[in-house]
């Protein structure tokens, strides 16, 4: 049996990942719909995540699918919505020397784009979750929509990043 802080520590990894894969939807959404980070946020927690489910009270076993899901840590989910947002322009410019060739950031699949930018800014901007956490959630998340050749993009161009902003994690 686990002790209760490793429970604890668990439960809140889980909610750090539901809010990643989250804060990729909306901001992809914010993407594709030239949308600001406030309403698209605004949108999710009413019509996605209208409750806690720490606070909601409902069984568990219930057989509503959404049950199983495990809710995003929404102060976490607002963080990186909101950061990327604000730090979009600084954060391409840190990827696109990492992307090979020609490619640039503009030419990435817009998905592609916010999954990188999600995890460049979690590289610079949260020190506190170790480089190899924050690369494997991203890869994570590449790898719920795409196949190995994006998703070795996404392995790429976060360990370059990490190896430059992290360089003391390695």
Partial sequence: MSEPAENGREKMGNRRSAARLAAVQALYEMDLADA??????????????????????EDADSDDSSA?????????LRELVHGVASQREELDGLIGP?????????????????????????LKSKPNVPANVVITEYLDVAHAFFGDNETSLVNGVLDHLARELRAGEF
Wanted: hydrophobic share 45%.
């Fill in 36 to 57: 600001g980070a406030d309403a698209v946020l605004e949108e999710f927690f009413q019509k996605r995540w209208c409750q806690d489910p720490d606070e909601s009270g």
């Fill in 68 to 76: 199983n899901m495990v809710a995003p840590d929404n102060k976490w």
């Fill in 98 to 122: 990492a992307l090979s060739g020609e490619w640039t950031v503009k030419r990435l699949e817009a998905l592609l784009r916010v999954i990188l930018r999600a995890g460049a800014f979690e």
